[in-house]
Nanobody
Framework: QVQVVESGGGLVQPGGSLRLSCAAS????????MGWYRQGPGKQRELVAT???????NYADSVKGRFTVSRDNAKNTMLLQMDSLKPEDTAVYYC??????????????WGQGAQVTVSS
Protein backbone atom coordinates (compact mmCIF):
# COMPACT_ATOMS: atom_id res chain seq x y z
CA GLN A 1 0.00 0.00 0.00
CA VAL A 2 0.89 3.66 -0.27
CA GLN A 3 0.80 6.18 2.55
CA VAL A 4 0.73 9.91 1.92
CA VAL A 5 1.34 12.31 4.79
CA GLU A 6 1.20 16.11 4.80
CA SER A 7 2.83 18.38 7.36
CA GLY A 8 3.50 22.07 7.91
CA GLY A 9 0.09 23.66 8.13
CA GLY A 10 -0.85 26.29 10.67
CA LEU A 11 -2.00 29.84 11.31
CA VAL A 12 -0.36 32.76 9.53
CA GLN A 13 -1.16 36.44 9.07
CA PRO A 14 -2.10 37.83 5.67
CA GLY A 15 1.02 38.45 3.63
CA GLY A 16 2.92 35.76 5.47
CA SER A 17 4.43 32.49 4.30
CA LEU A 18 4.04 28.80 5.04
CA ARG A 19 5.58 25.68 3.61
CA LEU A 20 3.74 22.39 3.30
CA SER A 21 5.49 19.06 2.95
CA CYS A 22 4.22 15.80 1.57
CA ALA A 23 5.87 12.41 1.88
CA ALA A 24 4.85 9.21 0.14
CA SER A 25 5.91 5.80 1.42
CA UNK A 26 5.05 2.16 0.89
CA UNK A 27 5.36 -0.53 -1.73
CA UNK A 28 5.26 1.25 -5.05
CA UNK A 29 7.42 1.11 -8.16
CA UNK A 30 7.16 4.73 -9.15
CA UNK A 31 5.27 7.98 -8.66
CA UNK A 32 4.27 10.02 -11.65
CA UNK A 33 2.35 13.23 -10.98
CA MET A 34 2.07 14.64 -7.48
CA GLY A 35 -0.28 17.43 -6.59
CA TRP A 36 -1.72 19.78 -4.02
CA TYR A 37 -5.44 20.40 -3.71
CA ARG A 38 -7.40 22.42 -1.20
CA GLN A 39 -10.90 22.64 0.17
CA GLY A 40 -12.03 25.85 1.78
CA PRO A 41 -15.02 26.22 4.12
CA GLY A 42 -18.19 25.52 2.18
CA LYS A 43 -16.29 25.00 -1.05
CA GLN A 44 -15.46 22.10 -3.30
CA ARG A 45 -11.96 20.67 -3.44
CA GLU A 46 -9.87 22.48 -6.04
CA LEU A 47 -6.52 22.10 -7.71
CA VAL A 48 -3.68 24.20 -6.33
CA ALA A 49 -0.60 22.86 -8.14
CA THR A 50 0.78 19.72 -9.72
CA UNK A 51 4.25 18.56 -10.65
CA UNK A 52 5.31 15.67 -12.84
CA UNK A 53 8.26 13.39 -12.21
CA UNK A 54 10.10 15.43 -14.83
CA UNK A 55 9.47 18.66 -12.96
CA UNK A 56 6.76 20.14 -15.14
CA UNK A 57 4.48 22.28 -12.99
CA ASN A 58 0.94 23.54 -13.28
CA TYR A 59 -0.73 26.10 -11.02
CA ALA A 60 -4.22 27.39 -10.41
CA ASP A 61 -4.56 30.98 -11.59
CA SER A 62 -5.37 32.07 -8.04
CA VAL A 63 -1.94 31.03 -6.73
CA LYS A 64 0.35 31.74 -9.69
CA GLY A 65 3.27 33.91 -8.69
CA ARG A 66 2.69 33.26 -4.98
CA PHE A 67 3.00 29.48 -4.56
CA THR A 68 5.85 27.25 -5.69
CA VAL A 69 5.70 23.48 -5.90
CA SER A 70 8.79 21.28 -5.95
CA ARG A 71 9.65 17.63 -5.42
CA ASP A 72 12.50 15.29 -4.62
CA ASN A 73 12.02 12.13 -6.66
CA ALA A 74 14.71 10.23 -4.73
CA LYS A 75 12.93 10.87 -1.42
CA ASN A 76 9.36 10.75 -2.76
CA THR A 77 8.60 14.10 -1.21
CA MET A 78 6.94 17.28 -2.43
CA LEU A 79 6.91 20.81 -1.06
CA LEU A 80 4.50 23.70 -1.48
CA GLN A 81 6.02 27.09 -0.65
CA MET A 82 3.20 29.56 -0.09
CA ASP A 83 4.05 33.26 -0.02
CA SER A 84 1.93 36.41 0.13
CA LEU A 85 -0.87 34.41 1.69
CA LYS A 86 -4.39 35.78 1.61
CA PRO A 87 -7.41 35.00 3.80
CA GLU A 88 -9.00 33.27 0.81
CA ASP A 89 -6.14 30.74 0.89
CA THR A 90 -7.60 29.37 4.12
CA ALA A 91 -8.40 25.72 3.51
CA VAL A 92 -7.47 22.15 4.22
CA TYR A 93 -4.64 21.30 1.85
CA TYR A 94 -4.39 17.78 0.51
CA CYS A 95 -1.46 16.08 -1.14
CA UNK A 96 -1.98 13.37 -3.71
CA UNK A 97 0.23 11.20 -5.81
CA UNK A 98 -0.24 8.78 -8.66
CA UNK A 99 1.73 5.70 -7.66
CA UNK A 100 2.16 2.34 -9.36
CA UNK A 101 2.03 -0.79 -7.19
CA UNK A 102 2.24 -4.49 -8.06
CA UNK A 103 -1.19 -5.18 -6.60
CA UNK A 104 -3.24 -2.27 -7.91
CA UNK A 105 -1.27 -0.82 -10.80
CA UNK A 106 -1.42 2.96 -11.09
CA UNK A 107 -3.74 4.63 -8.60
CA UNK A 108 -4.14 8.00 -6.94
CA UNK A 109 -3.51 8.19 -3.20
CA TRP A 110 -4.50 11.05 -0.90
CA GLY A 111 -3.14 12.35 2.36
CA GLN A 112 -5.27 13.22 5.37
CA GLY A 113 -4.98 16.98 4.85
CA ALA A 114 -3.28 19.89 6.59
CA GLN A 115 -5.14 22.96 7.82
CA VAL A 116 -3.89 26.34 6.65
CA THR A 117 -5.53 29.39 8.20
CA VAL A 118 -4.70 32.91 7.04
CA SER A 119 -6.06 35.45 9.49
CA SER A 120 -5.03 38.53 11.41
Amino acid sequence: QVQVVESGGGLVQPGGSLRLSCAASGSFFSISTMGWYRQGPGKQRELVATITSGGITNYADSVKGRFTVSRDNAKNTMLLQMDSLKPEDTAVYYCNCNAATRLFGARTYWGQGAQVTVSS
